[in-house]
């Protein structure tokens, strides 16, 4: 499904499941799938789905279990506070069929943390962890996402979505960085479009996109160029700096 | 699955799918979706789901299939273009199973409009529309979107998905636009997470979302209102910010 697909590294497909009323609203405009594309396109592996679903129990469960079955890893993000619309830890929990449980380990750090008095309700939610779930611990915050299964489970808070995913980036890493390059094409796509897509034809490893750009009124391509291997992405890019010019001359 | 779908218009339910490489690779942050969610929460219809998928016509297929069953409309974004990773025409025809088409009438306003020398082959593409699909004329281009069905296919470049969306909207409307207020609360989520849903579980026609902040060192809590009914909104703030009174009291 991806370039990453290709080896046979942990977590070739990765999907991100965003869950937050939030973003379907238009409140909030989504950066946590964003900052993860471009984390995990670094260390050579792409995202092969995103899906944002709203705050309701039944779909967060449905599209989990979805993305559990057709991706080899999962990523969640919020949801996991201590507030009524938080709701991840249970339908995660839900979706592998275990119960919620409050963690032993993480009620220890928070009553050190805040005091036996200060351990509220609200607080308490957010030490309870899917049943088997390991605790993914990080800078940002006291309290953990998790790990089950090939579920991995964030806040939806940026800074501590990026604390979170830096933790356990080693394991979405191929050993492979993608790298990307770009070329400003003077003419517009559709001026150019069978010769690229005939020299896409020659690269199973290079993945050429097109868009639209314009230039005042005159309409323009920028050409992107992506893969593993650097020396081909720059050979791919003379020959389509090539093809440009002599279709400028024509 | 949301506010709107407890009206009986047409559109009470809508999923946007995002088509494109160069979102789930972290190339280009996804702004579609976003704009389309504040422009469909104003008009008082909510969206159920967003996918972003890659330019592979067996997923496009399937994710549109399921979004086509599963709500009342589908807004799909992307890879509508003239170059070869434009496939979005070809795998909508595919998935209601109809022959995608040269579209005369626009085969006609492109000659007109570029001279019929300059119809290369790359513009071709851009005329073909899935068998009995309706054009989507918009002010920003030229090349049509498209409705078939309850499927809305649209450009992807920004200011041409804005425009094409403007076009249609009247099919959005519920005739109830939503509205939202927020209150920045002094206090973090996990002080007042209990009191805010016994109000929430007062109202099922305001959706109460908390979101947390921090000032300074200090964890804080944004609470936000929406609904339809702006006097029962002003309600529901008044009874929160009473709540909240009283908690930094004890």
Redo the contacts between chains.
Sequence with gaps: ??HASQHTMPHHSVAIL?IG??????????AN??F??????DVGC???????????HE?IVF?LKRLHQNYDAVITSGGI?????DITMQAVSDAFDVPLLEHADTIKVMTDFYGEDAL????R??ARLPHGAKPIICEQSICPGALINNVYVFAG?PHIFASQLESVLGSFSTGKA?H?TEIEANLP??????E??DI?AQYADI??????GRCGNKPT?KI?I?GTDKTKIEHVKQQIETMLKDKQKT
């Design positions: 499904m991806s965003i009323n939030e973003v379907l609203s238009g409140r909030t405009r989504e799938a964003w993860a594309a471009k984390t995990l396109f792409k995202l092969s789905e995103v899906a944002i679903v709203p705050d309701i779909q599209t506070g201590p507030t009524h619309d509220t309700e609200g607080r939610r957010m808070v993608f990307r796509e559709s001026s150019f479009a069978r690229l897509s896409q993945e050429i996109g097109s868009y639209p391509g992107c992506s």
